[in-house]
């Protein structure tokens, strides 16, 4: 059997460059509760960021749970059907109502022409994703929110560093959600973190993510445990210093696999790219016109233990939490459901090697070559 090539692996710097970071956590024997690497993490990931604010969390989701809190986000809020399901999953965990609206079939993200039909007396806020990094059109979800006095509330699990217009991504909106699993660009094995422009939002997101805690006697909101510890913190620090030799590396997989997919009929690159990507993921579509199914080519890559995976594929709206919505039906969500039959991400990550590539490429052009 080959050897297993993953869609993912994370960024692990030399572990013998952790192990000083250990031995701080050991010597000073603060493990959690806001400590120095924690602050320091903080700071660094802004300052790399370009952001103002920045509150790190356990994981994405217990980010997303609480920015929904911190805005007191309730009644309906429309997000999109093409996403991993933590993004809807956080709305039902504060009993608000997700409403499905369609994809834009050339960014993967909401379509902002039909935000408006979607927008209900019970409408609080707005959800997009940045899908594979992508931006959305932020610019006119941002006119259709302050119109219609919605908050905006960025799922960015996958636009780390990501840069629009000249400034980062995540300046946009009322606050733009990260995470930091271990399958994400940027990782602290798990971790995440909230985005918001002010230092009043960050510390009411501060309270909610340690119980509520103002201060040792005053607790001034039903917070949840969502910090993130010492040595998650240190890792990140460690793994800031990697960050950009790992974006590079990912920028050149994306080249070769780019060239190689645009010579093959039926293959679909799924966007071009723009200055400031992450290079996160490499989505193909796959057509008519090619040689076999996205199905067929998605178990010929499982077949010589190369992990593609069909992100996103199926659709949030076809769990069984949310495919009796009004707004979950097929025909309410066409492009959506297109794409996620088309779809096929290839394994994009900074230690994938030459070798590792030219398999991704032989099994493509071997379908390809297929008649029937
Ligand atoms: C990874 C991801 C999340 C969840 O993040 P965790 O850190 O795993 O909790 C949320 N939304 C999207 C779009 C994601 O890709």
Redesign the pocket.
């Known amino acids: 059997m080959k050897s297993l090539i993953p869609v993912a692996s994370p960024l692990l710097p030399p572990l013998e460059d952790f192990i000083p970071y250990l031995q701080e956590i050991w010597r000073t024997k603060r493990l959690t509760n806001g400590g120095p690497f924690h602050e320091q993490l903080e700071k660094e990931l802004a300052d790399y960021l370009g952001v103002k604010y920045l509150s790190l969390f356990a994981?994405?989701?217990l980010a997303?749970v609480t920015a929904l809190q911190a805005l007191r986000i309730s009644g309906e809020v429309i997000t999109t059907p093409y996403?991993?399901v933590?993004?809807a999953h956080s709305l039902l965990w504060n009993g608000v109502k997700p409403v499905f609206v369609d994809i834009d079939p050339h960014t993967y993200n909401l379509d902002p022409d039909r935000l408006e039909e979607a927008i209900t007396p019970a409408t609080t806020a707005i959800m997009p994703?940045h899908c594979y990094g992508i931006p959305c059109n932020v610019d006119r979800i941002q006119q259709i929110a302050d119109r219609y006095g919605l908050k905006v509330i960025y799922?960015a699990?996958?636009a780390f560093g990501v840069r629009h217009k000249g400034q980062s991504l995540l300046t946009h909106g009322d606050m733009s959600i990260l995470?930091?699993?271990a399958t994400?660009v940027f990782n602290t094995f798990?971790g995440?973190a909230i985005v918001c422009p002010d230092a009043k939002t960050k510390q009411r997101i501060d309270y909610l993510k340690n119980f509520g805690f103002a201060d040792e006697v005053t607790v001034v909101a039903p917070g949840i445990n969502g910090k993130m510890s010492e040595i998650n913190a240190a890792f990140g620090l460690l793994q800031l210093k990697h960050i950009d030799a790992a974006l590079h590396r990912r920028k050149r997989v994306d080249g070769i696999y780019r060239e190689a997919v645009s010579a093959v009929p039926g293959l679909e690159l799924a966007w071009t790219v723009t200055e400031g990507h992450n290079y996160s993921y490499f989505p193909i579509l796959v057509g008519p016109g090619f040689a076999v199914s996205r199905d067929a080519l998605y178990e010929r890559f499982r077949e010589q233990n190369i992990l593609v995976r069909r992100y996103f594929y199926p659709l949030i709206t076809e769990f069984p939490m949310y495919r009796g919505l009004e707004s979950a039906r097929k025909t309410n969500l066409p492009f959506a459901d297109d794409i996620s039959h088309r779809i096929l991400c290839l394994p994009i990550f900074d230690s994938l090697t030459d070798d590792d590539i030219d398999r991704v490429i032989q099994i493509i052009t071997t379908a390809a070559s297929e008649t029937f």
């Open positions: 994981n994405g989701t997303l996403s991993f933590a993004t994703v799922d699990a996958h995470s930091f699993h994400k798990e995440g």
